[in-house]
């Protein structure tokens, strides 16, 4: 017989019988008694994944961002109302498409200041995929993939040191050589972004 654990966060209706508090105060556990579950109260901090959405009163797309929350518990949305967070226009964003798009063209939107859209395909970065700017979004559509060139030994995509960032919904795939697949601030810097995190969901990382 095989057991699975299950380890969740701020996740509502799961039963806490015989459950018993774990030491640190900010949770349950039951694996005491033979069973798998280990639930946590509440995510110190947590900015749930951006989405494409279908705005009727303007007829055009629109990305939402949900805002950054503390100590929470549940979704930030209901049925009626997708939470606090903010909508940006779909002109704010490249929309790249794997046929004519690649590290370059999503550099040079990145450059003026677009958050980038990835339709799904197929990406070669022949140079690292540079984001500079703080609060940018970078959202792959179907799982778009991203592969680092041949002649790319650095990574697919590097992230400088700003606040705000958030990357998701992507698939880095290492076809071929490349020291990282993805870098995230640079070595021995100090910078502390608690209050506004940078932000990775949704990413496949394959190396082989």
Known sequence: MELFGIFAQEVQGISTDNAYSLECGLGVTNWKYGKTYTLLYHTDAIREKPFLYFDESVQDYKVFAPALRRKTQGPSWTENNMG???SYDISQFHVARADRDNASTINAALNERKHILLTPG???AEE????NNPNT???GLGLATVISGQNNTEAAIKVADVDGV???GVILDAQYSSENMIVIGTKGCNTHQSSNPIILQDLFVRVG
């Open 84 to 86: 606090e967070g903010t």
């Open 122 to 124: 197929i990406y070669y």
């Open 128 to 131: 690292p995929i540079q984001v």
């Open 137 to 139: 979004i970078l959202l």
């Open 166 to 168: 958030t990357i998701a």
